[in-house]
């Protein structure tokens, strides 16, 4: 009878010990600039070209293929079967990001000056 009192107390305290404690919500905000990198990535163009292919086969029906590649000024990040082509630009895109071929878009807070992309008031 002893040794049942003795295992429902350490029953009811390891209960006890693991109940829901109250807890506070935590939230995190992106910043502007991740926010405006999104943002910008989204509306970026795909940059892949198709182009119609013709193949010798038996079967005459399959000779026309379609072929996916980078447009010209885009260069593939991807493989040859994942095309993920991303836009070429020339001069230096820090601190923005290079929305299509030779166009670079800056972030908030800095403007294009001298072919780069420089902090408001520099």
């Given at each position: 009878m002893l040794s049942h009192i003795k295992i429902s107390g350490l029953l009811i305290i390891c209960l006890t010990l693991s109940l829901p404690r109250h807890t506070l919500g935590?939230?995190?905000k992106l910043s502007q600039y991740e926010n405006w990198k999104?943002?910008?990535l989204a509306s970026r163009?795909?940059?892949i070209?198709?182009?119609t292919q013709?193949?010798?086969?038996?079967?005459?029906?399959?000779?026309?293929?379609q072929i996916s590649y980078c447009c010209d000024g885009y260069v593939n990040r991807g493989s040859s079967e994942i095309l993920k082509c991303e836009?070429?630009?020339a001069e230096d895109c820090a601190h923005g990001i290079c929305?299509?071929?030779?166009?670079?878009?800056?972030?908030?807070g800095y403007n294009r000056e001298r072919a780069?992309?420089?902090k408001h008031g520099d």
């Open positions: 935590q939230f995190w999104r943002e910008m163009e795909s940059g070209c198709y182009k013709f193949v010798n086969t038996l079967n005459p029906e399959l000779r026309q293929r836009p070429i630009c929305l299509s071929p030779g166009y670079c878009e800056c972030a908030p780069q992309c420089r």
